[in-house]
């Protein structure tokens, strides 16, 4: 097999990987970027797809809480490149961003492809070569990145290799989460892939799902343990899913994975007190049908009113105590998680007891890990994106210390 010698490999050319190859290049190393796809950022592209949030403008505070467990992790790497950073950084490729009325961050044009564009040209002009169709299999016998391409199998040596090669979710898109027993084999501490941001099964009637599947509920409130928020989601064939799902999705997976269920509670009138809905369904309601009296009475109808006959016993209807109280806190069983491969992002990956403060491999000197590969996991809302870049950047800055001092 042909050996050809380089400075340093970035495999993955997601948002991680190519900031990581932007860092080193733009300080003078030769940077090589390897994708198993034929071409890069394609995840990146898909996020475009729903208008590319970016970032988020909260208090850097708050928004550094958004990333649970892993904050102590995570927070240097965002400390040093933070949200406003992302902002400036797209800037300066031309890229203007605004706050969305709930404070996420977005590119004027909402896509990605813009972006990527002035991105991938700014990169080849700082010398960064790209090798598309080549696919990470692991190492050779002789510590050689081993690859396959469509002219077959081929060894590369790298002075240094940055592995930015994203979790398991939307796995045509590239990220497939195949790197994960190559890195085990070679003591890399690794925990197991899981969905986040992901839906739920439920088990909807087939009258409910040909009804109501696709529909959005909105403006309700959807409390499960310390967790409230007000938001919408999308019933789905077998479920639930969307932004606030999406949320409280963490949790929920977590309930599943110990109980094999998890129930959480909607409120399906938030500006309305429980006094109130009770009274109003109290009211006579002659001849009129019991659809008629909800929309009447208290503006309740369509998708909404589905999910009240889907889960309140048929006898609750006539008490407007238990009605209004299903109404207030309807309580919804989901008995399985989304899979991986339908999820937004990933949970778990390379541990962090088995890296260094420069996102070094301890275990594998001179290799290093960025982006979702890493164990940590964040809600929608441009939280995914900025720590991707940000980890990207501090591998980046980590290669160029240790190629100094190894
Ligand atoms: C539908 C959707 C919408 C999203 N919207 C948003 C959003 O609006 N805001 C937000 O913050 N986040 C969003 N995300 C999440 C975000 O896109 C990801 O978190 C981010 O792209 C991860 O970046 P990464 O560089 O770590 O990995 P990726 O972007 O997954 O890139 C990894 C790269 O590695 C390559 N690769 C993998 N394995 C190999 C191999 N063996 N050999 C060679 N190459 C390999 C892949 O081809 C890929 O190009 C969205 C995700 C999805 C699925």
Known sequence: ???????VAVIGGGPAGLMAAEVLSQRGVRVHVYDAM?????????????????????????????????????????????????????????????????????????????????????????GV?????????????????WFATPEGETAVSAAATI????????????SDGSWVPLLQARGVPVAPLKPANCGFDVGW??????????????TVVLRFADFARQGEFVITETGVEGSLIYAVSALLREEVAANGRATFHLDLLPDRSEAYVRENLAKPRGSRSMSSHLQSRLGLRGVKVGLLRELVPAADFADPAQLAGAIKGLGVTVVGTRPLAEAISSAGGVMWAGLDERLMVTAVPGLFCAGEMLDWEAPTGGYLLTACFASGRAAGMGTVRWLDTP
């Open 129 to 145: 070569v790209f090798h598309v169709r080549h696919r990470w299999l692991g190492w050779t016998d002789e510590g050689a990145l």
């Open 163 to 174: 592995l930015a090669l994203g979790g398991g979710s939307w796995p045509k898109l590239g």
């Open 205 to 218: 009637s087939d009258h409910f799902r040909q009804r109501f599947a696709g529909e959005p509920v909105k």
């Open 38 to 126: 034929p071409t890069v950022g394609r995840k990146f592209l898909l996020a475009g797809k729903g208008g590319l949030n970016l970032t988020h403008s909260e208090p850097l505070e708050q928004f550094l809480s958004r990333y649970g467990d892993h904050l102590p992790q995570i927070e240097p790497l965002l400390r040093q490149f933070g949200p406003q950073d992302l902002r400036d950084w797209a800037y300066g490729l031309g890229i203007e961003t605004f706050v969305g009325s709930s404070g996420r961050v977005f590119p004027m044009e909402m896509k990605a492809a813009p972006l990527l564009r002035a991105w991938l040209r700014r990169l080849r002009a700082d």
């Open 1 to 7: 097999m042909p050996t050809t010698p380089l400075t």
